[in-house]
């Protein structure tokens, strides 16, 4: 019996946590009775994710950018389709949700949408994120990265049946190597400075500018930290003038997006996450495995994965005296940094491996092809269970 081919769509040229996502899932595939396809748009410069794919020897197809509701980005996507006999379509985000939705209803394939959140960064973004709730509607199942992106979902008025929880992952078994260049050094800073450490998009959804004025609460009681957060985005400039009139320049840091953010994570002391609004952040995940406490708000997933006083604390979206009180708590305490880090690891191991989140995904699969042919008598199953993972 033939495998059944399955194509993953994401419209980014970027290779951040949804796409490490991916690439995690995909290589899993390989050894599952499924084919994995990986498509992606070519927008002028080059495509990290399906690069990054390439060398990993997966099968990524790359299809022309086109400008907003052209037609014949519908028409590209359904031939591709068609041209690589995919019989199940999983698209990640909202522009791959409202294309894959047509493609996949004009090409007659079932088709997932895995939802991580909505960021309401600008007017254009909120304007897509709309588009993309109410294409939810019409995907034959979503995947919701965490209970509370699915109780968003739910709250959209979708019949709850459609809508599963498929938590993100981290593997434990092939950590990143060190960096090269010691953190500390590359930044100028001294041995001893103690680093506390953010990522994500500089957008207001992060909230960094609530980050600051944490950190100026910090540096009041204690100045021998240095907060530094790794990311670009449109904020760049607002947040440099908030640090400067902060009077935190040398102790606030901005120093741009890594691609070996996991490599350097190791090196610093703690991690915090001040986000108003979260799926489920894969950085927590990141920090955890590197073994590193965390302080973040209690948003989204987040508390799916931080359990207050387990590995790291929560506090409210909002509440910086606290957070800057749990902070100053972590960098007083050596010891308890150290039990923390420990704790937030086991938990990702236990909870949040590649093989939980590969065998949840298999059955969903599985689950979608046998409705198929018991629906219209026709599909194909996987050759057997008990597949590895």
């Not at 109410?134 to 509370?148: K, P, W």
């Not at 985005?233 to 606030?252: D, I, T």
């Not at 994965?305 to 009180?325: F, I, N, Q, S």
């Amino acid at each position: 019996m033939k495998r059944l081919r399955i194509a993953h769509l994401i419209a980014s040229n970027f290779f951040g946590g949804p796409e490490k996502q991916i690439l995690e899932h995909a290589r899993r595939l390989r050894e599952s009775p499924f084919e994995v396809c990986l498509i992606s748009y070519h927008e002028g410069t080059k495509n990290e994710f399906l690069e990054q794919a390439r060398r990993e020897g997966l099968s990524t197809l790359a299809l022309p950018a086109r400008i907003p509701f052209d037609p014949r980005a519908i028409i590209d996507l359904s031939a591709a389709l068609r041209r690589e006999n995919v019989g199940l379509l999983v698209t990640h985000h909202y522009k791959a949700n409202v294309l894959g939705t047509l493609a996949a209803t004009r090409v007659g394939i079932p088709k997932v949408s895995v939802s991580r959140g909505w960021t309401g960064e600008n007017r254009k973004v909120r304007f897509y994120e709309w588009l993309d709730k109410r294409f939810l509607r019409f995907a034959d199942e979503i995947v919701a990265v965490s209970e509370g992106q699915r109780a968003k979902i739910l709250a959209l008025g979708v019949d709850p049946r459609r809508v599963r929880v498929i938590h993100n992952c981290i593997d434990l078994e092939n950590s990143p190597p060190r960096a090269e260049i010691p953190l500390r050094w590359e930044l100028r800073l001294c041995p001893e400075t103690l680093l506390i450490a953010s990522a994500g998009r500089l957008s207001p959804e992060k909230n960094i500018e609530g980050l600051i004025r944490v950190a100026a609460r910090v540096m009041a009681c204690s100045p021998r930290a240095v907060f530094v957060v790794f990311g670009e985005g449109v904020l760049r400039r607002r947040l440099e003038e908030a640090v400067r009139k902060a009077g935190l320049q040398g102790s606030f840091l901005l120093p741009g997006f890594r691609e070996d953010f996991a490599a350097v994570l190791p090196q610093i002391d703690i991690f915090v996450l001040p986000s108003l609004t979260e799926g489920l952040p894969n950085v927590i995940l990141e920090a955890f495995a590197a073994r590193k406490p965390v302080v973040a708000t209690a948003v989204g997933g987040t508390p799916e994965v931080v359990v207050d006083g387990e590995g790291g604390y929560l506090v409210r979206p909002g509440d910086e005296e606290k957070m800057a009180e749990r902070i100053l708590e972590l960098m007083h305490d050596s010891e308890l940094r150290r039990q923390m880090g420990e704790m937030g690891q086991r938990r990702v191991c236990e909870t949040f491996s590649p093989r939980k989140q590969a065998e949840a995904y298999f059955a969903l699969y599985e689950a979608m092809v046998r409705r198929r042919t018991e629906r219209y008598g026709r599909g194909d199953l996987p050759a057997q269970k008990g597949w590895k993972v």
